[in-house]
T-cell receptor, first 113, second 114 residues
């Protein structure tokens, strides 16, 4: 039962353009959403998060949008840079006492110079 | 600030053998996680510790996997006996607060079971 889904396994974008990574979830109890970035042979690193009480959170070139009614969130990277090439994981946690985090399957982003 | 340390980085064993992984979290982080990441999938939580107590091990195959966190600091994850399907990267993470926002991951241990 995949509660967090990233339906695009890969994405290629030209340098300077916008990258849009999508994520869908099924568990309505999720109230906190995160994006992690992972380079080869390294562990994931936290990128940006959003609470369910908001619909947008921005941090520099990275913006996350949340549509609760559609159970959908997206990560926008503007402008995209070659160093952004990595695997991006969407993750979500619920209201449980210790906020267990559930990850999606990841989207591999390639930014072409 | 030192990151999450894990060892070994790579391990190759035969099925039915045993293996152990070690994790040293960031100093002061009360929460420690072990994740399993199979190729092409996202990390799956195996076990979560708060200090030295287990708060979630619902997805840990307890017939073969075990984990402990001594004195609320270092942790070891053991597999005995290993199966072919255990081939994966085992990631350790730690956080100061409960939410995943501040979770820091180690580089992982890549396990190959032949």
């Amino acid at each position: 039962d995949q509660q967090v889904k990233q339906n695009s396994p890969s994405l290629s974008v030209q340098e300077g353009r916008i990258s849009i990574l999508n994520c869908d979830y099924t568990n309505s109890m999720f109230d906190y959403f995160l994006w992690y970035k992972k380079y080869p042979a390294e562990g994931p690193t936290f990128l940006i998060s959003i609470s369910s009480i908001k619909d947008k959170n921005e941090d520099g070139r990275f913006t996350v949008f949340l549509n609760k009614s559609a159970k959908h969130l997206s990560l926008h990277i503007v402008p995209s840079q070659p160093g952004d090439s990595a695997v991006y994981f969407c993750a979500a946690s619920d209201e449980g006492g210790y906020q267990k985090v559930t990850f999606g399957t990841g989207t591999k982003l390639q930014v072409i110079p | 600030e030192a990151g999450v340390a894990q060892s070994p980085r790579y391990k190759i064993i035969e099925k039915r053998q045993s293996v152990a992984f070690w994790c040293n979290p960031i100093s002061g982080h009360a929460t420690l996680y072990w994740y399993q990441q199979i190729l092409g999938q996202g990390p799956k939580l195996l076990i979560q510790f708060q200090n030295n107590g287990v708060v979630d091990d619902s997805q840990l195959p307890k017939d073969r996997f075990s984990a402990e966190r001594l004195k609320g600091v270092d942790s070891t994850l053991k597999i005995q006996p290993a199966k072919l399907e255990d081939s994966a990267v085992y990631l350790c993470a730690s956080s100061f607060r409960r939410r995943g926002e501040s979770a820091y991951f180690g580089p992982g241990t890549r396990l190959t079971v032949t």
